[in-house]
């Protein structure tokens, strides 16, 4: 009957509506396709190009993409320089070792020359994020919807209640993913971005020379392990020296965090605290197998990548990534 299927296209519309399908707010698949065709291929292209002669690039493109995402939503805000009046988000505390800054603003550039004005620094980001672990395998490993515009506003100040601490424990770290909506198994899964980088000693030597300030060691960190990081670590007062996060495998995006991290090998209190809950530790246990892992990731990733997007007239595209227009 004509009325009752009018009444399900209805139906259905409101639905797609409800779950922000239909709203012009959302981030879609290829934004760019008719602004700007190549953008996704002169990202892929630049970011390709510079992992050939910077092997460390995709942990710092990471990394950068995760704490961007973190504070005030994925709108490029991480991207902008401190200026007299404003301390920005890069120069926060908890920015150590961030880099890989000039890159985007070199592919930034690159675009502003082929189509002026369209492509976001947050867009820009987020691909070649994508694309610098991707390199690896030669082909994207998670979809990245686009059409993120750029805040114009970076605090110093919001880092610090945003970005979790490699000290929390599994409560504080549940309690900082869940307020940018994401869930327990989110928290597993991105912790998993540990397989490629480094971390600096200051950073967890408290849990090889002075865990409960009695000149102890974390009973919960692999004894063997903990040996070798003391032979890294030299002293509590170390804050210079950096140890690869994934032993031996930390160029090399693969499943190997969960195979360590089940052995008591995780880095941080903030990686071990995923086996301190039994439903953190069963889907630690699962993203062993590298199939799970990869597929698991991209899927948080996804879901990463659209916290606190600033989408259709809000925001602008920024000139220049480190400059507000
Ligand atoms: C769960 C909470 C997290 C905490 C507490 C945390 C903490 C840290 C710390 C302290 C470092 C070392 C920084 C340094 O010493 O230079 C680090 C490095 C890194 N993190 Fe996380 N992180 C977390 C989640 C994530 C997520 C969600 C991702 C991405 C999906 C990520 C990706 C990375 C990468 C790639 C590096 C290596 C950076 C490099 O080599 O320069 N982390 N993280
Ligand atoms: C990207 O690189 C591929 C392979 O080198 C090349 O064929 C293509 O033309 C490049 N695309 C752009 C937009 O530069
Ligand atoms: C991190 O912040 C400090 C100031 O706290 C600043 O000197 C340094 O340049 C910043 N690092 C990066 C990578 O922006
Ligand atoms: C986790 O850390 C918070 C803040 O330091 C503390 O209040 C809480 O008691 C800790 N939870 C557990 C289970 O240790
Ligand atoms: C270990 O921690 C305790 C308590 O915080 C402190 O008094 C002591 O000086 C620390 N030891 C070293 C070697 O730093
Ligand atoms: C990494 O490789 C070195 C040299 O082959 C070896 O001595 C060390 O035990 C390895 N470390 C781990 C944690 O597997
Ligand atoms: C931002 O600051 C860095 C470090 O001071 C500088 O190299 C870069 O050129 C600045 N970016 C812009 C767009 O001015």
């Known amino acids: 009957m004509k009325i009752s299927s009018e009444f399900v296209l209805l139906a259905c519309l409101v639905a797609f509506c409800a779950v922000g399908v239909c709203q012009g707010g959302s981030l879609r698949k290829n934004f760019y396709r008719e602004s700007c065709p ?27 993409h995760f704490h961007e995402c973190f504070v005030r939503g994925c709108d490029g805000s991480i991207l902008i320089n401190s200026t007299a009046s404003n301390t920005a988000e890069k120069d926060s505390i908890p920015n150590l070792s961030l880099s890989g800054f000039d890159v985007v603003e070199e592919i930034k550039a690159e675009l502003e020359k082929k189509c002026p004005g369209i492509v976001s620094c947050a867009d820009i980001l987020s691909l070649a994020a994508r694309d610098s672990v991707s390199f690896q395998f030669q082909k994207p490993m998670w979809e990245v919807l686009t059409g993120r515009r ?9 880092v610090f209640p945003n970005i979790p601490s490699p000290f929390h424990n599994f409560t504080v770290l549940m309690q900082f993913f869940q307020r940018k909506g994401l869930t327990v198994h989110d928290l597993v899964v991105l912790s998993g971005g540990h397989t490629i980088g480094i971390g600096h000693c200051n950073l967890f030597s408290n849990r090889l020379y002075n865990f409960t300030g009695k000149g102890d060691q974390d009973p919960s960190l692999n004894p063997a392990y903990a040996q070798f990081l003391k032979s890294k670590c030299r002293s509590l007062t170390d804050t210079t020296t950096t140890v690869e996060m994934d032993p031996n495998s930390s160029l090399n995006f693969d499943k190997n965090y969960f195979v360590i991290l089940n052995q008591n090998m995780g880095m941080f209190q903030s990686d071990a605290a995923l086996l301190t809950n039994k439903g953190a530790r069963t889907i630690a ?31 602008e595209i920024r000139k220049k990534c480190g400059i507000i227009n």
């Open 38 to 64: 190549a953008a996704e291929e002169i990202i892929r292209n630049a970011t390709w190009k510079h992992v050939t002669t910077n092997h460390l690039l995709p942990a710092k493109l990471l990394r950068m």
């Open 285 to 315: 246990m699962e993203l062993t197998t590298q199939a799970k892992f990869f597929t698991e990731f991209a899927q948080s990733m996804k879901r990463m990548g659209n916290i606190g997007v600033v989408t259709g007239s809000s925001g």
């Open 150 to 158: 750029d805040g114009r506003v970076s605090l110093e100040s919001e």
